[in-house]
């Protein structure tokens, strides 16, 4: 290092060092056994032993300090790498998932201005144009094509799925109703799709003002998925009223359950009232890579606007979201709005994403994106995928031998819901066994509630969970169970 650093009290090698050694003792750890996944302390006792204002006072003062905080920063997280690791919705990266987030933080070239950070807008431009490609949307034959053919879909990468679905509700709304953006959303406008859509479309739909009210809930079934027999009936009451359907949405899959709605049903229904079609894949449009689950998206190349999650299960650390329109002027026109300072009139070298989405500035998500396949391969993302389904799957029919428990259907995806002796235990001693699971450290899931009841949720995130773990989450809950269950 040269003179210019001379202030820093952290040399660059052996702090370097100390964080790649603590990491890799992180990952071993979590993996040996027993490790706990999660012990949680309260927020005063972390920050103690942190050290957290003297070192934000003075700063570290040597690298003994950096390293005493990072294995004290380490102990006190939720260890995803652990295979009892079953909770979120949120990717278990791979162990070398870390370095574009460290070059990020590094050399900090945000990518939706081209010339801020031209490798990262070009790994952006890269990877739309593969998961463009996964959609049938790119007609281009090389993905380092970034002339945007007037036949290519379009697409940019966000920070998360609720700011993907707020884009692609924009657009929807450009489209139907130019006007909105200087004029305010016209009041006749509604956005249809089952009661169980991620809360992020409602939430979009308040944002843009157009009001929680204008999302009018389709019907479920019992594990709520769409019931696209409802479409019509929902469709002639909107008509009546004498609003207008912005848009339809779908889930691909379900947060809750997992489960797909029968996206070529809906696209149908869409085609034939000529009504946008956006398709929530945060967490299933992966299936769209596997041979074996790609029924599960069938249709999903009829929509007007797909999100998808990468953060999800394309093992990118968070946050990294893709927003796809089949048409690219839908994109064009999400966001009718100038900055002077960046949208230039002139051409300009490479492509600029900033005037596409909510963000202004916005990280090298491209690079996160691209690493993840440049780690391992396509082909070891598709097994990935497939394992994970697998995953569930064997969850499931391991708890089906065992007759305290109850799934209520096999799983389409990686998500799996049960219940323990839900005959005996109500839904508050379902939540209360999740926290006894969770505190003790010894497993790490999720509970939601599917139509009214409430249920113990896993989402198998992790490749290293087997067989074996499943027995001994089954163990895990019978144990804590037992206060609840009247002998
Ligand atoms: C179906 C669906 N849509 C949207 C989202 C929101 O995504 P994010 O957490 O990236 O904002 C989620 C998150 O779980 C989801 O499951």
């Not at 070192?55 to 990072?70: D, H, P, R, S, V």
């Not at 990266?93 to 950070?117: A, C, F, K, R, V």
């Not at 308040?206 to 929680?212: H, W």
Request: net charge negative; proline share 4%; with cysteine.
């Amino acid at each position: 290092m040269n003179e210019r650093n001379q202030t820093l009290k952290l040399p660059f090698a052996a702090s370097k060092k100390i964080v790649a050694t603590a990491l890799e003792k992180y990952i071993q750890e979590s993996l040996s056994e027993p490790a706990e996944v999660l012990k949680q302390k309260t927020p005063e006792a972390i920050a103690e032993a942190l050290k957290v204002k003297a070192i934000f006072e003075k700063g570290f003062e040597n690298t003994e300090q950096l390293q005493a905080f990072i294995t004290t920063y380490l102990e006190n997280t939720n260890h995803l790498k652990n295979p009892r690791y079953m909770g979120h919705q949120v990717a278990v990266p791979q162990d070398l998932s870390g370095i574009p987030d460290w070059i990020h933080g590094t050399i900090n070239n945000p990518s939706s201005l081209y010339e801020m950070g031209p490798a990262g807008a070009t790994l952006e431009g890269f990877m739309i144009n593969w998961m463009l490609d996964q959609l049938g949307w790119f007609k281009g034959s090389d993905l380092s094509d970034f002339s945007r053919l007037s036949e290519n879909g379009s697409g940019i990468l966000t920070h998360g799925g609720s700011i993907a679905n707020m884009t692609a509700l924009s657009a929807a709304r450009a489209a139907i109703a130019p006007e909105a953006w200087e004029e305010g959303s016209p009041k006749d406008l509604v956005v249809m799709g089952p009661s169980t859509s991620h809360y992020s479309i409602v939430r979009a739909l308040s944002i843009m003002g157009m009001g929680k009210k204008s999302f009018i809930p389709v019907p479920v079934d019992e594990n709520e998925v769409i019931l696209t027999h409802a479409l019509e009936e929902v469709y002639a009451q909107i008509k009546k009223e004498g609003k207008r359907v912005m848009a339809v949405v779908a889930n691909a899959c379900a947060t809750s359950t997992g489960l797909f709605d029968p996206l070529d049903e809906m696209a149908s229904f869409c085609k034939k009232h000529q009504l946008w079609y956006h398709v929530d894949g945060a967490h299933g449009a992966v299936a769209l890579l596997s041979k074996r689950h790609k029924n599960l998206v069938q249709g999903i190349e009829q929509a007007d606007s797909v999100i998808w999650d990468a953060h999800k299960m394309l093992r990118v650390p968070a946050l990294c979201t893709a927003v796809l329109f089949k048409n690219q002027k839908h994109m064009w026109n999400s966001f009718h709005q100038k900055g002077s300072y960046v949208f230039h009139e002139n051409e300009v070298v490479g492509m600029d994403s900033m005037p596409f989405t909510v963000e202004c500035t916005k990280s090298a998500l491209g690079t996160k994106l691209f690493w993840s396949f440049a780690l391992e391969g396509e082909e070891a993302m598709v097994k990935f995928i497939e394992n994970s389904f697998q995953q569930a799957r064997d969850l499931y029919e391991f708890l089906n031998t065992h007759q305290d428990f109850h799934c209520p259907y096999p799983p389409q995806s990686n998500i799996l819901c049960f219940q323990y002796k839900p005959e005996e235990l109500d839904d508050q001693q379902q939540l209360a066994l999740r926290y006894e699971l969770i505190n003790s450290g010894e497993f790490y899931i999720t509970s939601c509630v599917v139509q009214g009841k409430r249920y113990l949720r896993t989402v198998l995130m992790n490749p290293l969970s087997t067989l074996e773990d499943y027995r001994e989450l089954s163990k895990a809950i019978e144990k804590h169970a037992e206060k609840y269950v009247t002998l």
